[in-house]
C-alpha cells in the first residue's frame, strides 16, 4: 500500500474527524471508503450514461414498453415492503 499526502481545507478536516468517529478506526480508513464509494458512484454514472446513449440508439417500442410495465407492476405488487 502506497502513502499520499493530501492538502485540506480546516473545514473539510474538522469534518471528516467528525464523522470519522462514527466507526472508523483512523482517518486513513475513512478516507479509504470515502474515495471508494465516490469511486462507485462515478461508475454507476458512467453506466448510466451508457444506458441512456444506448436508449436513444434503439428507443423501446410501445407495445413492448407497456408489456414491460405491466409485468413490473405484478412482480411489484407481490414484494413485502
Request: aromatic fraction near 10%; hydrophobic fraction near 35%; include cysteine.
Amino acid at each position: 500500500m502506497k502513502t499520499i499526502q493530501v492538502p485540506m481545507g480546516e473545514d473539510l478536516l474538522t469534518k471528516v474527524n467528525e464523522k470519522m468517529r462514527l466507526g472508523f478506526k483512523n482517518r486513513s480508513v475513512f478516507i479509504r471508503e470515502a474515495c471508494k464509494y465516490f469511486i462507485k458512484s462515478l461508475e454507476e454514472r458512467e453506466k448510466e450514461k451508457a444506458y441512456i446513449r444506448g436508449y436513444r440508439k434503439f428507443p423501446e417500442e410501445t407495445q413492448m414498453a407497456k408489456v414491460s410495465s405491466k409485468l413490473s407492476s405484478q412482480i411489484m405488487s407481490r414484494e413485502k415492503w
